[in-house]
Every structure is written in structure tokens, then in C-alpha cells.
């Protein structure tokens, strides 16, 4: 921690070869790891004494992202300089690279006509058009276009992709202003909660079903909602047809998808759909009916399914509670369902919750909210598409902003005594378990406004401010902005330290005045880019 009495400390600009750095998904440290089972793909964090401790810079000529949706479409090339996807992935109608900018077409392995045809085709099966499913994991999402063509009908996709050789995919996805963190289906449980998404896809993700006794289905199906839908299209689907093209030997195929089938009923989905290359299954709603299959499929222990932070992942199903909400009361609309009392809360199941702390916790996020606005008036203009709320609690913040020209990513400290990840989820709003003592998922200069609310009190001495930090700033984009919430003892040490960061910063009262110990910090980052050797103290 800093002692006020110090003197600033000036944090230097990294090397330029770190401008994309992302310390948990570094390269060179993947490549030390097995590739079996994509563990080289997974986290794997610097040690203390690795950590780099310096400002990562932008590329010179870094531009401020196109408002929403011009960002969809378009994204600035000195942004993210790669043009090997636009070689790589030509046929396929993914990227192009015109002028100044990459173009996004909206194509995609699997949608050839589009991807609003494509999805259209999905809705005609899963009501999607209604608010009846709001969220959807896209894993293996390439450059997210199914995710960013999902916002038309309101529908929230979570998707990832592993740092691998098409490089920065999930960097396109969020620079086009789409939700995405770099993730992989290997050996250790997904970061979100069971019972979490209406809606998962994979569209030619090149995930082996089938592989490990079915693990990564059976992990699917735990972080499904009971009702909720499954998309798998491309290989092996329609096979017969297909082998053809696919370059592949037919009786491999039929194996892979014989293999899918039998997991499928094992694990109780039922197939809803089959054509052309698409197969969707609906994981049904009731254990009950569902008890005689899961006798041929081993069940988890009952312990914590949402106990996932560096856990292995199992074979085994997770059972879920038998409350109304999963054995068959009708899904809400989200127009609903985000300032319903979810039944998490009202089931009792999280100690010291009730609907009346929930309901209140709404009216005071939309009092602090309102009064963000006040000073920092652009919050809702759609300066800030991509907004992350370090220590989400139940979610008030994102519902008090909820607004097609933005989304926001809610994080759930794994060292929070209280996890209520899965009641945001159930407000229809996306979320993510991560420990601000190490690196985010996500590429430097991916997020517009970070809300960090109470997040160095809960740390305190568990790990480093200054760290937590750097991490912020990694992830901020330049003329981005913070708003921190927290005492005013902890906010003049967090000033202290930023003042040495570039960042530009303001201290007010609590909303209600002075009195409350809690304070208000706002921040804006400083534009500057690879190559300045401007100061990095700021006025």
C-alpha cells in the first residue's frame, strides 16, 4: 500500500512488443504446457516476480472504436494490425481488410447467406424473437459474428476462443463491441455458474464432443439452464452429405455423431431439430423424468456446482435443485425477468438474501447510477459500448445502465464470501468468476468503463493495489474511464498511485454528502500511444 507522505511513483511504458500482451494467455509461457486436452491453452499466470509492472501502450495511430453498430462492421486497422484472418479465413466471408478498416461481413463457416439468416433459421426453433431466451454461450466463437448479429433480437452472447493461431480473434470480437474473453474447453471447468445460459452454440468449433467420456458436453449441460437449448452445427452433422466436402472419411464422421446422439440421451436432451448442418437438442426441464437416464451416467458429488475456479472438470451430471424455476415454471421475458426477484434469491438458497435486500439493492443502484450520470454525463450516450463492473454483487449496476447501445461484463470475485453470479445470469445479464489478484481473460484496451465498486476493500492485503491496478489500465482504452466506489482512506491511496499511471482524476463526496465514509473517485485514462516518452505524471 502507499504511504500518502511518498512521492508519486511513475509507472514507465512497457517495450512495444507487449501492446497486446495478455499475461495469462502469454505465448511463450503456452507453449512450456502439454497440448493434450488444450491444457498450453488455459490459464497459466506469471509469478509475482514475472509480472511486467509497466504501462502496456497502444499502437501508434490507435484510434477511439466506431460508435455501435457502425463497430459491428467496421473496426479500425491500426487497432489490431493482423491480417492473417482476412487471408486465412477468405472463403468463409469472416473479415476483409478495405482501406483503413476491417470490414465484417457477417459471413461465417456455417453462414454462408449471413449470419441474420443463419440465426433466423435457429429462431425459427428456439423463441428467441420473444425475450424468452436472453443469453447464449458461444464457444469457439471465432471473430463473434453470431454473437454480434444476436443483439438484433436482444439476445446477449457470451463467447470465447482461445489465444491460438488465428490471432486476436476475441480481440476483433470486443473491439467490434461484442461480449467475448479468451477461454477454451480443456480440463478445467468453464468460469460460469451452473444453470447459467439459455442458449449455447457451436458453430465448427472443432471441440471433440464426443472425447473424455463426453466431458465437455456434460459441462455444457451443467452451465445450461433446464429448458435451454444446445446448437451444434457443421461436422459431423448431415455427415451423409457431407464427407465429402468436409475431406473426411464418412465412417470417422458417423462415429462422432452416433457418439453425440447416445451423449445427448444420456445427459436427457432431447433433439428438437435436424436440418442441413444444423442439430439442435433442448435439455429438458424436469429431473424427475430424467432420473432413469442419469442411472447410466454417473452424478456429481453435491457439493458446490458453481465451485469452478481452476477445478477440474468432470464427467459426472450436475443435479439440479428441484425448485419451481426448474421443473417447469415458465421462463419469463427479460423485460421481466431483470428486476424479477430470481428464484435463487426467493428459493432461499443464498444466505442472507432475501427479496427484500434484493429489491432494495435495485432502488440503490439505480440512485448511484443516476448520480454517475450527473457527473460523468456521457454514460449512456454509447461513448461506452464495452463495460465491465469489478464486484458485480447482484447485477443493480448493469440493470440500472441496461440499454441496447451498451453491455456489461459482471464479475464475481472468486473471494467473495457470497457468489450471486447465478442471480445474475437469472436477471438475464452476463457474468464471469475471476480473482482480481491475477490477469483478466482479455486482450489490453477491450473495455470503455470499468466500475470498480468496494473492489480494494474486499482485497485489502491479499494481494497487490498497484497491481490490480495495472490490470485496469491494461484493459482500459485510452480515454477510457473508472469510477471507482470505496472508502475515502482506500480512494486517496488509489489517486496516489494512478496519479503515476496517466490517468486523469477527480475525488467527490458520496451522493448523499459528505457524511458517508464512502467516496467517489472518477477517472479517465490518458490518450498515449507506443513510442512517447511524454511524462507519466499527471496534473
Request: aromatic share 10%; with cysteine.
Amino acid at each position: 500500500m502507499v504511504d500518502d507522505g511518498a512521492q508519486v511513483k511513475e509507472f514507465k511504458p512497457c517495450e512495444d512488443k507487449y501492446i497486446d500482451y495478455t499475461p495469462c494467455q502469454d505465448q511463450t509461457r503456452a507453449m512450456t504446457f502439454p497440448r493434450d486436452d488444450m491444457i498450453y491453452r488455459e490459464r497459466h499466470c506469471p509469478p509475482d516476480n514475472e509480472k511486467l509492472r509497466c504501462l502496456i501502450p497502444a499502437p501508434r495511430g490507435y484510434a477511439n472504436p466506431f460508435p455501435w453498430p457502425k463497430s459491428r462492421d467496421y473496426v479500425p486497422f491500426v487497432n489490431a494490425p493482423y491480417k492473417s484472418l482476412t487471408v486465412e479465413k477468405a472463403v468463409q466471408n469472416w473479415i476483409q481488410y478495405e482501406g483503413n478498416v476491417f470490414r465484417f461481413p457477417g459471413g461465417g463457416t456455417q453462414f454462408p447467406h449471413g449470419a441474420d439468416a443463419y440465426i433466423n433459421e435457429l429462431a425459427s426453433v428456439i423463441p428467441m424473437d420473444n425475450g424468452i431466451v436472453r443469453t447464449a454461450l458461444d464457444t469457439g466463437c471465432g471473430v463473434a459474428s453470431w454473437g454480434a448479429y444476436l443483439f438484433k433480437k436482444n439476445v446477449i452472447a457470451m463467447s470465447f476462443a482461445p489465444r491460438d493461431s488465428h490471432e486476436s480473434q476475441v480481440q476483433f470480437a470486443l473491439e467490434r463491441g461484442v461480449p467475448a474473453v479468451i477461454g477454451v474447453l480443456g480440463t478445467i471447468k468453464l468460469p460460469y455458474p451452473s444453470r447459467a445460459f439459455d442458449m449455447a452454440h457451436c458453430s465448427r468449433c472443432l471441440i471433440p464432443w464426443g472425447a473424455n467420456d463426453g466431458m465437455y458436453m456434460v459441462e455444457i449441460d451443467r452451465v445450461l439452464r433446464p429448458g435451454g437449448y444446445w446448437v451444434l452445427s457443421g461436422p459431423p452433422i448431415n455427415w451423409k452429405n457431407n464427407y465429402q466436402a468436409w475431406q473426411r472419411p464418412k465412417e470417422e464422421l458417423e462415429e462422432e455423431q452416433t457418439k453425440i446422439e447416445e451423449l445427448a440421451k444420456l445427459l436427457c436432451w432431447e433433439k428438437k431439430h435436424e436440418i442441413g448442418e444444423i442439430a439442435i437438442w433442448q435439455k429438458r426441464i424436469n429431473n424427475g423424468f430424467c432420473r432413469e437416464q442419469y442411472h447410466k451416467q454417473t452424478t456429481c458429488k453435491p457439493t458446490s456446482p458453481d465451485d469452478v475456479w481452476y477445478k477440474k472438470m468432470e464427467a459426472c451430471v450436475t443435479l439440479h435443485p428441484e425448485t419451481d424455476e426448474v421443473t417447469g415454471a415458465a421462463w419469463q421475458p427479460f423485460s421481466e425477468r431483470l428486476n424479477a426477484v430470481p428464484s435463487r434469491i426467493s428459493s432461499g438458497s443464498i444466505p442472507g438474501l432475501s427479496a427484500e435486500t434484493f429489491l432494495e439493492d435495485n432502488r440503490i443502484w439505480k440512485k448511484h447510477v443516476n448520480a454517475y450520470k450527473r457527473i460523468n454525463n456521457v454514460i449512456d450516450s454509447g461513448r461506452y459500448r464495452n463495460i465491465m463492473d469489478m464486484n458485480a454483487g447482484m447485477g443493480g449496476f448493469a440493470a440500472a445502465l441496461e440499454s441496447p447501445k451498451l453491455w456489461v461484463m459482471n464479475v464475481m470475485p472468486t473471494i467473495n464470501e457470497r457468489d450471486t453470479l447465478g442471480v445474475i445470469y437469472e436477471r438475464g445479464l452476463i457474468g464471469i468468476y475471476h480473482d482480481w489478484c491475477e490477469a483478466f481473460s482479455t486482450y489490453p484496451r477491450t473495455y470503455d468503463l470499468i466500475h470498480a465498486n468496494g473492489v480494494f476493500s474486499l482485497y485489502g492485503d491479499k494481494c497487490s493495489m498497484e497491481d490490480i491496478l495495472l490490470e485496469m489500465d491494461r484493459i482500459l482504452r485510452p480515454e477510457g474511464a473508472v469510477i471507482f466506489r470505496d472508502r475515502g482512506d482506500v480512494l486517496t491511496k488509489v489517486r496516489k498511485i494512478v496519479g503515476g499511471m496517466r490517468w486523469n482524476t477527480k475525488m467527490v463526496d458520496h451522493e448523499d454528502g459528505p457524511i458517508p465514509s464512502e467516496k467517489l473517485l472518477f477517472a479517465v485514462k490518458q490518450y498515449w500511444v507506443a513510442g512517447e516518452n511524454n511524462s507519466t505524471s499527471s496534473p
